[in-house]
């Protein structure tokens, strides 16, 4: 009887051994590093994996939102030099540069001695309803002091912008007034103009500089255009110096202004995006007005798209020195918890066939960050035979004249960097700072005076009696700057000018300086030749030069079949707003 009962208990026994056996087994996979290697190795998302195991099993406790958001931008720039990551907190900031305006007490700023200063008040702006003036120091927000040497330009942006209608009291110090004026601002939507200047450089010819291509920049651009057009403007220079790119949409319908229909502007494509192309729609305005674009080493991104689109379509002409060669599209992802990356999906390509996107190794962003400092030192900034064209990355327009992809757009006229009169005098007090400086606090005290003054020229001819060179000397002295009387004399010329740019700039605002400025500018004075002179259309290649260029064309193909070896033939790559 014993017997049969034992053996018709034998197979529950059985399970339930498998089960506690499986139970033990599984409690020590969950414990022991086997089973970790065993969880990531087997994961189709070994990143989560190692995320979780980190959380669970790390000897210290272990900030995982903090981990994760050291870790994204790493990630992401193993990629390429322009895939990032952007934390929740600087979203709008980024977002704001593009957008067309942000929601702020409508004042520009500096920081001097650890104190908000400010420069200038934005006409029709939240501050100017209440009073705030050029000159008042802000020294304390929300009833609490807000000096010190924590204070940053960033913390000063993101305390004092702000959603708008909503409120922020702030103290502040007048030179005028004996105690701290109080003043409760409500918050506003705050321009953040594209275009710094559109104005007639003579009777002939007008002038604009686009500063970044953001959501109202063709709007603006059709304002300026108007204005100009207005003056009887006959022809045109489109100034992109410096101009490190925003949204490729608004380059496109930019450049559209200008060429006729039916021609290619851009085209762009990926592994996973298909092949995407613009063309000109015949509307726009400018379809037959000389044109010159000057670009520079910081022209970047939608710079490149506007100025390729210009020089492949010989619309007009490119002066200045190559551009960057950003040729990388990015797509904003944006994140539940506001956070957003802008990861890189395609390539753009200018009309004639060629990407402009310099090479690049990823994970060495700061190598290629600093390519500028390699051009400079090549001496690429100084003399166009410098330049080192890749002859298998030669492209041609459509009159037949080549130009080059593998890194930024090449020039049609070469216009070097000035280097007269620079001394190492002159580079310690402007990388120092020391000029920015003296120009705020001359200006600050001088506020009166200066004011007065309505134009750039006059305010210049004013500020030549009043020995502004020998005040920053002494200024520089006091700052542990030695005076080299020699170094001064060979670069008194550059000191006055940036000393006098400023000054306007602090006084009359970022037109008025770039009037000054522009001046005595070699480009502009180039540009301005080539339109006096109705050189801005290019030209065909003459016969000569086509023939040249078949011969040059012969030797490639008989090098790609083993005909010739030429080794030497090589690719050498050498204030704020709130």
């Given at each position: 009887?014993s017997n049969r009962n034992s053996s018709?208990?034998?197979?529950?026994?059985?399970?339930?051994?498998?089960?506690?056996?499986?139970?033990?087994?599984?409690?020590?996979?969950?414990?022991?590093?086997?089973?970790?290697?065993?969880?990531?190795?087997?994961?189709?998302?070994?990143?989560?994996?190692?995320?979780?195991?980190?959380?669970?099993?790390?000897?210290?406790?272990?900030?995982?939102?903090?981990?994760?958001?050291?870790?994204?931008?790493?990630?992401?720039?193993?990629?390429?030099?322009?895939?990032?990551?952007?934390?929740?907190?600087?979203?709008?900031?980024?977002?704001?540069?593009?957008?067309g305006s942000f929601s702020g007490i409508?004042?520009?700023?500096?920081?001097?001695?650890?104190?908000?200063?400010?420069?200038?008040?934005?006409?029709?702006?939240?501050?100017?309803?209440?009073?705030?003036?050029?000159?008042?120091?802000?020294?304390?927000?929300?009833?609490?002091?807000?000096?010190?040497?924590?204070?940053?330009?960033?913390?000063?942006?993101?305390?004092?912008?702000?959603?708008?209608?909503?409120?922020?009291?702030?103290?502040?110090?007048?030179?005028?007034?004996?105690?701290?004026?109080?003043?409760?601002?409500?918050?506003?939507?705050?321009?953040?103009?594209?275009?710094?200047?559109?104005?007639?450089?003579?009777?002939?010819?007008?002038?604009?500089?686009?500063?970044?291509?953001?959501?109202?920049?063709?709007?603006?651009?059709?304002?300026?255009?108007?204005?100009?057009?207005?003056?009887?403007?006959?022809?045109?220079?489109?100034?992109?110096?410096?101009?490190?790119?925003?949204?490729?949409?608004?380059?496109?319908?930019?450049?559209?202004?200008?060429?006729?229909?039916?021609?290619?502007?851009?085209?762009?494509?990926?592994?996973?995006?298909?092949?995407?192309?613009?063309?000109?729609?015949?509307?726009?305005?400018?379809?037959?007005?000389?044109?010159?674009?000057?670009?520079?080493?910081?022209?970047?991104?939608?710079?490149?798209?506007?100025?390729?689109?210009?020089?492949?379509?010989?619309?007009?002409?490119?002066?200045?020195?190559?551009?960057?060669?950003?040729?990388?599209?990015?797509?904003?992802?944006?994140?539940?918890?506001?956070?957003?990356?802008?990861?890189?999906?395609?390539?753009?390509?200018?009309?004639?066939?060629?990407?402009?996107?310099?090479?690049?190794?990823?994970?060495?962003?700061?190598?290629?960050?600093?390519?500028?400092?390699?051009?400079?030192?090549?001496?690429?900034?100084?003399?166009?035979?410098?330049?080192?064209?890749?002859?298998?990355?030669?492209?041609?327009?459509?009159?037949?004249?080549?130009?080059?992809?593998?890194?930024?757009?090449?020039?049609?006229?070469?216009?070097?960097?000035?280097?007269?009169?620079?001394?190492?005098?002159?580079?310690?007090?402007?990388?120092?700072?020391?000029?920015?400086?003296?120009?705020?606090?001359?200006?600050?005290?001088?506020?009166?005076?200066?004011?007065?003054?309505?134009?750039?020229?006059?305010?210049?001819?004013?500020?030549?009696?009043?020995?502004?060179?020998?005040?920053?000397?002494?200024?520089?002295?006091?700052?542990?700057?030695k005076r080299r009387n020699i170094l001064?004399?060979?670069?008194?010329?550059?000191?006055?000018?940036?000393?006098?740019?400023?000054?306007?700039?602090?006084?009359?605002?970022?037109?008025?300086?770039?009037?000054?400025?522009?001046?005595?500018?070699?480009?502009?004075?180039?540009?301005?030749?080539?339109?006096?002179?109705?050189?801005?259309?290019?030209?065909?290649?003459?016969?000569?030069?086509?023939?040249?260029?078949?011969?040059?064309?012969?030797?490639?193909?008989?090098?790609?079949?083993?005909?010739?070896?030429?080794?030497?033939?090589?690719?050498?790559?050498?204030?704020?707003?709130?």
């Amino acid at each position: 009887m014993s017997n049969r009962n034992s053996s018709r208990f034998t197979p529950l026994i059985i399970a339930i051994s498998i089960v506690v056996g499986i139970l033990i087994g599984t409690f020590y996979a969950q414990h022991f590093a086997g089973n970790k290697l065993g969880i990531i190795n087997s994961s189709s998302n070994k990143l989560n994996a190692l995320l979780r195991v980190i959380d669970d099993q790390y000897v210290d406790t272990v900030n995982m939102t903090d981990l994760v958001e050291k870790a994204m931008p790493q990630i992401l720039a193993e990629l390429d030099p322009h895939s990032t990551y952007i934390p929740a907190q600087d979203l709008d900031d980024v977002n704001s540069e593009l957008e067309g305006s942000f929601s702020g007490i409508g004042i520009q700023f500096t920081i001097q001695d650890d104190t908000i200063h400010v420069n200038s008040v934005i006409q029709g702006g939240p501050s100017e309803k209440v009073g705030i003036m050029a000159g008042d120091r802000i020294v304390s927000v929300n009833d609490s002091t807000f000096v010190g040497k924590w204070l940053t330009n960033e913390k000063a942006m993101h305390t004092l912008k702000g959603p708008k209608g909503s409120q922020v009291k702030i103290g502040v110090s007048r030179a005028t007034e004996k105690g701290i004026l109080k003043f409760t601002i409500t918050r506003g939507e705050i321009p953040q103009n594209t275009i710094d200047a559109a104005y007639m450089l003579d009777n002939d010819f007008g002038y604009i500089q686009i500063s970044k291509f953001g959501r109202t920049s063709h709007v603006e651009l059709l304002n300026a255009l108007a204005q100009l057009n207005h003056q009887n403007c006959k022809g045109l220079i489109i100034d992109l110096r410096g101009n490190t790119g925003g949204y490729m949409e608004a380059a496109v319908r930019m450049v559209n202004e200008f060429l006729p229909e039916g021609q290619l502007i851009v085209y762009a494509q990926g592994r996973k995006y298909p092949r995407t192309e613009d063309f000109a729609n015949g509307t726009g305005s400018c379809q037959k007005m000389p044109l010159v674009v000057l670009v520079d080493e910081g022209s970047a991104s939608a710079s490149e798209i506007f100025s390729g689109a210009i020089q492949d379509n010989d619309r007009g002409t490119i002066v200045g020195r190559r551009s960057f060669g950003k040729g990388l599209v990015q797509q904003p992802i944006d994140f539940s918890d506001g956070s957003a990356i802008r990861l890189t999906i395609a390539r753009y390509y200018t009309p004639s066939g060629r990407c402009i996107q310099r090479p690049y190794e990823s994970g060495k962003d700061s190598k290629y960050e600093m390519d500028w400092l390699t051009r400079y030192e090549h001496g690429e900034f100084f003399s166009k035979d410098s330049i080192k064209l890749n002859q298998k990355l030669r492209y041609h327009t459509r009159l037949g004249r080549p130009v080059y992809g593998g890194g930024g757009i090449m020039p049609d006229i070469f216009v070097p960097q000035d280097t007269t009169g620079t001394s190492s005098y002159l580079i310690e007090v402007l990388n120092r700072g020391l000029a920015m400086q003296f120009c705020f606090q001359y200006t600050d005290r001088n506020r009166n005076k200066l004011s007065k003054y309505k134009d750039e020229n006059d305010l210049a001819k004013y500020l030549r009696h009043e020995g502004i060179v020998e005040q920053l000397v002494h200024y520089a002295e006091q700052k542990g700057v030695k005076r080299r009387n020699i170094l001064i004399h060979k670069s008194y010329k550059l000191l006055e000018k940036n000393l006098y740019s400023n000054i306007i700039y602090n006084v009359l605002g970022k037109e008025a300086y770039i009037r000054y400025a522009n001046q005595n500018d070699p480009t502009v004075k180039r540009a301005l030749d080539i339109l006096n002179n109705g050189e801005a259309f290019p030209k065909a290649p003459s016969k000569k030069d086509t023939n040249k260029s078949n011969e040059r064309k012969k030797k490639r193909i008989a090098q790609a079949y083993g005909f010739i070896k030429d080794p030497s033939e090589s690719f050498h790559y050498a204030s704020y707003r709130v």
